[in-house]
């Protein structure tokens, strides 16, 4: 069992909480832009942590992971969308709503990153990185959690965004035999964790966009 530092573990859910809030927000502002108000009339375009917890995504499953070493899955409440307001082709719109979530999060991970650089002693080999500096602590700590987030909610597995990205662009019976998916959604994910496939596929590509933004 991994050593915990109080530390740590606040500022980790200190990033995880603006992470998922800012995501969570996204979507409800996109979809309320787009026509739907059902996340806005329910408080949801809002960067208030309150409205977004989900207490067993937000706070258990992420503190378990910790302590246990395991792969961490976090998500915060989903925001609703009622499809039927969407303007006009309301599939493409709804694939417009669901990507807004992880591109606030690589909108995140690239300002953090550039505050980073630009910063006094910033820079991976600058002083700020080899004193522990608490800001330094926190940026880096912004960037790679929220490339994470970015691209393990781009993986083609619903209800992850880039689940029902594809939904979007799919037609036909395949459309058809992909929702049919949906209620197995987390086994699915859990599946991916346990046979390393996360490990394979998400996290070299995590690492390849921080390392560019680094």
Request: glycine share 8%.
């Amino acid at each position: 069992m991994p050593s915990i530092d109080p530390i740590q573990v606040l500022l980790f859910f200190v990033v995880l909480l603006i992470s998922l809030s800012v995501h969570e927000a996204a979507h409800a502002w996109s979809a309320s832009r787009l026509g739907d108000n059902t996340a806005r009339l329910l408080g949801r375009v809002s960067l208030n942590p309150v409205v977004h917890v989900d207490p067993i995504g937000t706070i258990v499953f992420p503190l378990m992971a910790m302590v246990s070493g395991l792969p961490l899955i976090g998500w915060a409440k989903p925001v609703p969308v009622n499809v039927r307001n969407l303007r006009g082709d309301w599939k493409q719109k709804y694939m417009l709503v669901a990507a807004a979530g992880p591109a606030s999060n690589l909108v995140i991970a690239a300002a953090a990153a550039l505050v980073f650089r630009v910063m006094p002693g910033g820079g991976l080999d600058g002083e700020a990185v080899a004193s522990r500096s608490i800001v330094a602590v926190v940026l880096l700590r912004l960037v790679d959690l929220n490339v994470l987030l970015a691209v393990f909610n781009m993986l083609p597995v619903p209800p992850l965004d880039g689940g029902n990205v594809l939904a979007g662009l799919l037609q036909g019976p395949i459309a058809d035999a992909f929702e049919k998916l949906r209620p197995y959604g987390f086994l699915l994910l859990y599946g991916l964790l346990l046979t390393g496939v996360f490990s394979m596929v998400v996290l070299p590509v995590a690492d390849r966009l921080m390392r560019w933004l680094l």
